[in-house]
Protein backbone atom coordinates (compact mmCIF):
# COMPACT_ATOMS: atom_id res chain seq x y z
CA UNK A 1 0.00 0.00 0.00
CA UNK A 2 3.17 2.32 -0.21
CA UNK A 3 2.30 5.94 -2.63
CA UNK A 4 4.70 7.22 -0.36
CA UNK A 5 8.15 6.41 0.93
CA UNK A 6 10.24 9.44 2.77
CA UNK A 7 13.76 8.88 4.39
CA UNK A 8 15.20 10.96 6.86
CA UNK A 9 18.27 10.39 8.47
CA UNK A 10 17.80 12.52 11.97
CA UNK A 11 20.65 14.92 11.55
CA UNK A 12 22.84 16.89 14.49
CA UNK A 13 22.45 20.50 15.52
CA UNK A 14 24.83 23.26 16.88
CA UNK A 15 25.13 26.89 16.79
CA UNK A 16 27.62 27.18 14.62
CA UNK A 17 29.86 29.92 13.80
CA UNK A 18 30.47 32.90 11.84
CA UNK A 19 31.59 32.27 8.39
CA UNK A 20 34.56 34.69 8.74
CA UNK A 21 35.92 34.83 4.93
CA UNK A 22 34.18 31.86 3.28
CA UNK A 23 33.04 32.08 -0.36
CA UNK A 24 29.82 33.72 -1.00
CA UNK A 25 27.33 31.21 -1.11
CA UNK A 26 25.53 30.31 -4.58
CA UNK A 27 22.73 32.50 -5.39
CA UNK A 28 19.15 30.47 -5.15
CA UNK A 29 18.62 32.07 -8.81
CA UNK A 30 21.65 30.59 -10.68
CA UNK A 31 24.34 28.43 -10.51
CA UNK A 32 27.70 29.04 -12.47
CA UNK A 33 29.00 26.79 -15.05
CA UNK A 34 30.48 23.82 -14.59
CA UNK A 35 34.63 23.71 -14.96
CA UNK A 36 36.24 21.70 -17.46
CA UNK A 37 35.99 18.05 -17.03
CA UNK A 38 38.63 16.34 -15.73
CA UNK A 39 41.21 15.03 -18.67
CA UNK A 40 41.38 10.92 -16.69
CA UNK A 41 37.31 10.55 -16.86
CA UNK A 42 36.79 7.12 -16.29
CA UNK A 43 33.48 5.20 -18.23
CA UNK A 44 30.19 5.71 -16.92
CA UNK A 45 29.27 2.75 -14.35
CA UNK A 46 26.26 1.22 -15.09
CA UNK A 47 23.05 2.66 -14.42
CA UNK A 48 20.88 1.35 -11.24
CA UNK A 49 19.16 4.07 -8.53
CA UNK A 50 20.33 1.91 -5.57
CA UNK A 51 23.78 3.17 -5.31
CA UNK A 52 25.75 6.50 -5.54
CA UNK A 53 27.97 5.07 -8.68
CA UNK A 54 24.69 3.97 -10.33
CA UNK A 55 23.02 7.69 -9.91
CA UNK A 56 26.69 8.51 -11.71
CA UNK A 57 25.90 5.73 -14.37
CA UNK A 58 22.09 7.17 -14.55
CA UNK A 59 23.34 10.90 -15.43
CA UNK A 60 25.14 9.86 -18.02
CA UNK A 61 22.62 7.31 -19.60
CA UNK A 62 19.68 9.37 -19.06
CA UNK A 63 20.63 13.10 -18.24
CA UNK A 64 16.98 13.97 -18.78
CA UNK A 65 16.28 11.84 -15.75
CA UNK A 66 18.48 13.73 -12.79
CA UNK A 67 18.84 17.00 -11.69
CA UNK A 68 21.67 17.50 -9.91
CA UNK A 69 23.68 20.51 -7.28
CA UNK A 70 26.73 20.24 -5.48
CA UNK A 71 28.03 22.93 -3.43
CA UNK A 72 30.80 22.53 -1.25
CA UNK A 73 30.56 26.29 0.50
CA UNK A 74 34.30 26.82 -0.49
CA UNK A 75 34.06 27.37 -4.15
CA UNK A 76 33.09 24.58 -5.93
CA UNK A 77 30.19 23.98 -7.37
CA UNK A 78 28.87 20.94 -9.68
CA UNK A 79 25.34 20.82 -11.47
CA UNK A 80 23.92 18.85 -14.06
CA UNK A 81 20.25 20.03 -15.12
CA UNK A 82 19.89 22.19 -12.67
CA UNK A 83 16.93 24.22 -13.48
CA UNK A 84 15.09 20.98 -15.04
CA UNK A 85 11.81 21.04 -12.99
CA UNK A 86 11.64 17.44 -11.65
CA UNK A 87 9.34 15.76 -9.22
CA UNK A 88 10.07 16.55 -5.53
CA UNK A 89 8.03 13.99 -2.99
CA UNK A 90 9.13 14.92 0.55
CA UNK A 91 12.26 16.69 -0.44
CA UNK A 92 9.22 19.61 -0.83
CA UNK A 93 8.77 19.73 2.84
CA UNK A 94 11.44 21.99 3.29
CA UNK A 95 9.33 25.00 2.33
CA UNK A 96 6.65 23.86 5.23
CA UNK A 97 9.12 24.01 7.49
CA UNK A 98 10.87 27.49 6.59
CA UNK A 99 7.00 28.80 6.47
CA UNK A 100 6.77 27.30 10.26
CA UNK A 101 9.74 29.13 11.21
CA UNK A 102 8.62 32.26 9.82
CA UNK A 103 5.18 32.15 11.36
CA UNK A 104 6.82 31.50 15.07
CA UNK A 105 9.00 34.29 14.47
CA UNK A 106 6.17 36.76 13.65
CA UNK A 107 4.33 35.13 16.41
CA UNK A 108 1.05 33.67 14.19
CA UNK A 109 1.53 30.44 15.63
CA UNK A 110 3.22 29.27 18.57
CA UNK A 111 5.39 25.75 19.08
CA UNK A 112 3.29 24.57 22.30
CA UNK A 113 0.21 25.47 20.34
CA UNK A 114 -2.08 22.23 21.35
CA UNK A 115 -3.47 20.42 17.98
CA UNK A 116 -6.23 17.90 18.31
CA UNK A 117 -4.96 14.79 16.87
CA UNK A 118 -7.96 13.91 15.43
CA UNK A 119 -7.97 17.38 13.49
CA UNK A 120 -4.16 16.17 11.97
CA UNK A 121 -5.68 13.04 11.04
CA UNK A 122 -8.82 14.57 8.93
CA UNK A 123 -5.70 14.84 6.42
CA UNK A 124 -4.20 11.36 6.83
CA UNK A 125 -4.99 8.31 3.86
CA UNK A 126 -2.95 5.14 4.83
CA UNK A 127 -0.63 5.84 1.82
CA UNK A 128 2.33 6.63 3.23
CA UNK A 129 4.60 3.60 3.67
CA UNK A 130 3.67 3.98 7.41
CA UNK A 131 4.96 7.58 8.43
CA UNK A 132 1.73 8.69 10.19
CA UNK A 133 1.37 5.43 12.37
CA UNK A 134 5.37 5.59 12.99
CA UNK A 135 5.00 9.29 14.51
CA UNK A 136 2.20 8.12 16.77
CA UNK A 137 4.32 5.54 17.89
CA UNK A 138 7.23 7.72 18.59
CA UNK A 139 5.06 10.08 20.27
CA UNK A 140 3.11 7.13 22.23
CA UNK A 141 0.20 7.95 21.09
CA UNK A 142 -2.27 4.49 20.96
CA UNK A 143 -3.42 3.52 17.81
CA UNK A 144 -6.12 1.43 15.65
CA UNK A 145 -3.53 -0.26 13.64
CA UNK A 146 -3.23 1.91 10.35
CA UNK A 147 -6.15 3.78 10.69
CA UNK A 148 -5.05 6.05 13.15
CA UNK A 149 -4.92 7.02 16.93
CA UNK A 150 -7.74 5.30 19.33
CA UNK A 151 -8.17 8.45 21.27
CA UNK A 152 -8.16 11.22 18.08
CA UNK A 153 -9.25 14.18 21.53
CA UNK A 154 -5.54 13.53 21.99
CA UNK A 155 -3.33 16.50 21.43
CA UNK A 156 0.03 17.35 21.16
CA UNK A 157 2.10 20.40 20.49
CA UNK A 158 2.57 21.98 17.04
CA UNK A 159 6.57 21.36 17.14
CA UNK A 160 5.74 17.99 18.06
CA UNK A 161 3.54 17.46 14.27
CA UNK A 162 6.12 19.41 12.35
CA UNK A 163 8.62 17.21 13.73
CA UNK A 164 6.99 14.24 13.10
CA UNK A 165 6.41 15.93 9.02
CA UNK A 166 10.34 16.06 9.42
CA UNK A 167 11.51 13.10 11.23
CA UNK A 168 8.72 10.56 9.36
CA UNK A 169 7.85 12.70 6.44
CA UNK A 170 4.38 13.10 7.85
CA UNK A 171 2.21 13.76 4.83
CA UNK A 172 -1.17 14.92 7.13
CA UNK A 173 1.30 16.89 9.05
CA UNK A 174 2.02 18.90 5.91
CA UNK A 175 -1.65 19.38 4.36
CA UNK A 176 -2.60 20.58 7.91
CA UNK A 177 0.45 23.21 8.41
CA UNK A 178 -0.50 24.58 4.43
CA UNK A 179 -4.33 24.79 5.84
CA UNK A 180 -3.51 26.21 9.17
CA UNK A 181 -0.76 28.86 7.97
CA UNK A 182 -2.46 29.69 4.25
CA UNK A 183 -0.75 29.19 1.22
CA UNK A 184 0.52 32.61 0.88
CA UNK A 185 2.75 31.69 4.10
CA UNK A 186 4.47 29.11 2.01
CA UNK A 187 4.57 30.68 -1.42
CA UNK A 188 6.66 33.66 0.79
CA UNK A 189 8.81 31.44 2.59
CA UNK A 190 9.50 29.70 -0.68
CA UNK A 191 10.52 33.05 -2.07
CA UNK A 192 12.31 34.31 0.60
CA UNK A 193 15.04 31.51 -0.28
CA UNK A 194 14.97 32.63 -4.17
CA UNK A 195 12.29 29.90 -5.34
CA UNK A 196 10.02 31.44 -7.29
CA UNK A 197 7.11 30.14 -9.03
CA UNK A 198 6.31 27.29 -6.18
CA UNK A 199 4.05 24.20 -7.16
CA UNK A 200 3.09 24.01 -3.73
CA UNK A 201 2.03 20.26 -3.42
CA UNK A 202 -1.29 19.03 -1.44
CA UNK A 203 0.22 15.69 -0.53
CA UNK A 204 -3.29 14.18 0.33
CA UNK A 205 -5.02 15.45 -3.05
CA UNK A 206 -2.12 13.98 -4.75
CA UNK A 207 -2.95 10.55 -3.27
CA UNK A 208 -6.67 11.08 -3.70
CA UNK A 209 -5.71 11.50 -7.53
CA UNK A 210 -4.46 7.87 -7.49
CA UNK A 211 -7.10 6.44 -5.45
CA UNK A 212 -10.24 8.97 -7.03
CA UNK A 213 -8.64 8.59 -10.79
CA UNK A 214 -12.26 10.12 -12.00
CA UNK A 215 -12.30 12.77 -10.38
CA UNK A 216 -9.04 14.24 -10.75
CA UNK A 217 -7.46 15.82 -14.17
CA UNK A 218 -5.92 13.67 -16.34
CA UNK A 219 -2.16 13.16 -15.67
CA UNK A 220 -1.44 14.79 -18.74
CA UNK A 221 -2.57 17.91 -17.29
CA UNK A 222 -0.46 20.91 -16.60
CA UNK A 223 0.33 21.39 -13.06
CA UNK A 224 -1.98 24.54 -13.07
CA UNK A 225 -4.89 22.53 -13.45
CA UNK A 226 -4.10 19.22 -11.33
CA UNK A 227 -3.26 21.60 -7.99
CA UNK A 228 -6.07 23.13 -7.36
CA UNK A 229 -8.07 20.27 -8.38
CA UNK A 230 -5.69 17.92 -5.97
CA UNK A 231 -6.46 20.19 -3.28
CA UNK A 232 -9.93 20.62 -3.61
CA UNK A 233 -10.51 16.87 -3.33
CA UNK A 234 -7.92 17.16 -0.26
CA UNK A 235 -10.13 19.81 1.16
CA UNK A 236 -13.11 17.59 0.60
CA UNK A 237 -11.38 14.78 2.22
CA UNK A 238 -10.74 16.54 5.08
CA UNK A 239 -14.17 18.16 5.98
CA UNK A 240 -16.44 15.06 4.93
CA UNK A 241 -16.38 11.86 6.79
CA UNK A 242 -18.35 10.25 4.24
CA UNK A 243 -16.23 10.82 1.77
CA UNK A 244 -13.20 10.32 3.86
CA UNK A 245 -14.09 6.54 4.65
CA UNK A 246 -14.69 6.21 0.68
CA UNK A 247 -11.35 7.27 0.23
CA UNK A 248 -9.99 4.85 2.18
CA UNK A 249 -11.86 1.99 0.66
CA UNK A 250 -11.07 2.83 -2.02
CA UNK A 251 -7.36 2.53 -1.16
CA UNK A 252 -7.34 -0.78 0.39
CA UNK A 253 -9.27 -2.35 -2.96
CA UNK A 254 -6.79 -0.49 -5.19
CA UNK A 255 -4.04 -2.18 -3.20
CA UNK A 256 -5.32 -6.09 -3.93
CA UNK A 257 -3.58 -5.50 -7.05
CA UNK A 258 -0.33 -4.53 -6.06
CA UNK A 259 1.46 -4.95 -9.17
CA UNK A 260 -0.76 -2.80 -11.60
CA UNK A 261 -1.22 -0.56 -8.78
CA UNK A 262 2.53 0.28 -8.63
CA UNK A 263 2.66 0.37 -12.64
CA UNK A 264 -0.50 3.29 -12.19
CA UNK A 265 1.59 4.96 -9.32
CA UNK A 266 4.74 5.50 -11.36
CA UNK A 267 2.93 7.16 -14.23
CA UNK A 268 0.96 8.97 -11.22
CA UNK A 269 4.41 10.30 -9.84
CA UNK A 270 5.60 12.30 -13.02
CA UNK A 271 1.99 14.27 -12.56
CA UNK A 272 3.25 15.39 -9.03
CA UNK A 273 4.11 18.82 -7.97
CA UNK A 274 7.75 19.58 -9.07
CA UNK A 275 10.62 21.91 -8.66
CA UNK A 276 14.41 21.83 -9.56
CA UNK A 277 18.13 21.46 -7.71
CA UNK A 278 18.65 25.00 -7.52
CA UNK A 279 15.54 25.86 -5.91
CA UNK A 280 15.68 23.13 -3.64
CA UNK A 281 18.72 24.12 -3.10
CA UNK A 282 18.60 27.88 -2.62
CA UNK A 283 16.05 27.79 -0.11
CA UNK A 284 17.71 24.95 2.00
CA UNK A 285 20.98 26.72 1.98
CA UNK A 286 18.58 30.11 3.00
CA UNK A 287 17.47 28.17 6.00
CA UNK A 288 20.95 26.31 7.39
CA UNK A 289 22.49 29.13 7.00
CA UNK A 290 20.18 31.83 8.40
CA UNK A 291 19.65 34.13 5.66
CA UNK A 292 16.39 33.21 5.13
CA UNK A 293 15.32 35.62 7.94
CA UNK A 294 13.36 35.73 10.84
CA UNK A 295 12.67 32.08 11.68
CA UNK A 296 15.57 30.16 10.32
CA UNK A 297 16.41 29.35 13.80
CA UNK A 298 13.44 27.61 14.20
CA UNK A 299 13.38 25.98 11.07
CA UNK A 300 16.72 25.20 11.21
CA UNK A 301 16.58 23.71 14.17
CA UNK A 302 14.05 21.53 13.03
CA UNK A 303 16.35 20.29 10.36
CA UNK A 304 19.41 19.80 12.39
CA UNK A 305 17.48 18.42 15.72
CA UNK A 306 20.43 16.63 17.66
CA UNK A 307 24.24 17.33 18.87
CA UNK A 308 27.27 18.13 16.09
CA UNK A 309 29.49 14.85 15.25
CA UNK A 310 32.80 14.59 16.77
CA UNK A 311 34.55 16.16 13.57
CA UNK A 312 31.96 19.37 15.00
CA UNK A 313 29.95 18.94 11.61
CA UNK A 314 26.32 19.59 11.61
CA UNK A 315 24.40 17.56 8.75
CA UNK A 316 20.75 18.08 8.03
CA UNK A 317 19.31 15.25 5.07
CA UNK A 318 15.94 14.88 4.01
CA UNK A 319 14.41 12.90 1.31
CA UNK A 320 11.72 11.55 -0.46
CA UNK A 321 10.42 8.89 -2.62
CA UNK A 322 7.56 8.14 -5.18
CA UNK A 323 7.47 4.81 -7.23
CA UNK A 324 10.28 5.35 -9.92
CA UNK A 325 11.38 8.88 -8.42
CA UNK A 326 13.55 9.75 -5.28
CA UNK A 327 14.70 13.07 -4.02
CA UNK A 328 17.37 13.84 -1.57
CA UNK A 329 19.19 17.23 -0.24
CA UNK A 330 22.08 17.45 2.35
CA UNK A 331 23.69 20.19 4.32
CA UNK A 332 27.03 20.10 5.81
CA UNK A 333 27.93 22.99 8.26
CA UNK A 334 31.48 22.97 9.14
CA UNK A 335 32.99 24.82 12.30
CA UNK A 336 34.50 27.27 10.27
CA UNK A 337 31.23 28.46 9.41
CA UNK A 338 31.07 26.84 5.94
CA UNK A 339 28.21 25.32 4.20
CA UNK A 340 28.08 22.31 1.73
CA UNK A 341 24.59 21.70 0.21
CA UNK A 342 23.98 19.00 -2.28
CA UNK A 343 20.54 18.01 -4.06
CA UNK A 344 19.75 15.03 -6.47
CA UNK A 345 16.35 14.69 -7.99
CA UNK A 346 16.01 11.55 -9.86
CA UNK A 347 13.24 9.39 -11.54
CA UNK A 348 12.43 7.03 -14.52
CA UNK A 349 13.39 3.97 -12.16
CA UNK A 350 11.61 0.36 -12.44
CA UNK A 351 8.31 1.42 -9.65
CA UNK A 352 9.05 -2.16 -7.46
CA UNK A 353 12.70 -0.83 -6.92
CA UNK A 354 13.71 -0.62 -3.24
CA UNK A 355 13.24 3.19 -1.99
CA UNK A 356 15.26 2.88 0.95
CA UNK A 357 18.08 1.41 -1.25
CA UNK A 358 17.45 4.60 -3.69
CA UNK A 359 17.70 6.75 -0.82
CA UNK A 360 20.90 5.31 0.75
CA UNK A 361 22.24 5.75 -2.97
CA UNK A 362 21.68 9.21 -3.39
CA UNK A 363 22.46 10.32 0.13
CA UNK A 364 26.00 8.76 -0.24
CA UNK A 365 26.70 10.45 -3.41
CA UNK A 366 25.49 14.02 -1.91
CA UNK A 367 27.36 13.60 0.93
CA UNK A 368 30.67 12.42 -0.88
CA UNK A 369 30.46 15.05 -3.66
CA UNK A 370 29.88 17.69 -0.88
CA UNK A 371 32.54 16.80 1.13
CA UNK A 372 35.72 15.21 -1.26
CA UNK A 373 37.10 16.99 -4.26
CA UNK A 374 37.69 13.42 -5.65
CA UNK A 375 34.02 12.17 -5.79
CA UNK A 376 32.92 15.57 -6.91
CA UNK A 377 35.06 15.39 -9.81
CA UNK A 378 33.51 11.91 -10.80
CA UNK A 379 30.55 13.93 -10.68
CA UNK A 380 31.76 16.39 -13.06
CA UNK A 381 33.08 13.65 -15.74
CA UNK A 382 29.28 12.47 -16.13
CA UNK A 383 27.38 15.78 -15.06
Known amino acids: MALVVALLVP ?24 PPRPADCAPAPAATPTTSDGWLGIMAATPEDVGLVVDDGRGAVVSHAPGAQMPLASAVKIVHVAAYGRAVAEGRV ?115 VRGPAELAMAQRFASDPAYREDSRRRLAVQAEDIEAYLIESERWARSTSTGSAVQLAGLWRAVISGTFGPGADVARGELEPDAPRRDGQVRAIKGGSFPGVGTMAVSVRRPDGTI ?32 DPAARSRVLCLA
Open 11 to 34: AACSSGEDAGTAPEPVPAASVPAN
Open 110 to 224: RPDDQVRVGDWENWYLAADAGAHVGALDALGIPRNGLLGAVDPGRTVTLQQMVAAMVQFSDNAAADYLRDRLGDPALVDAAASGGWRDLDLPSELGAQLALVRPQEAPPLSAPRS
Open 340 to 371: GVGVLLGRGFRPSTSLDEVALGQLRLLVAAVE
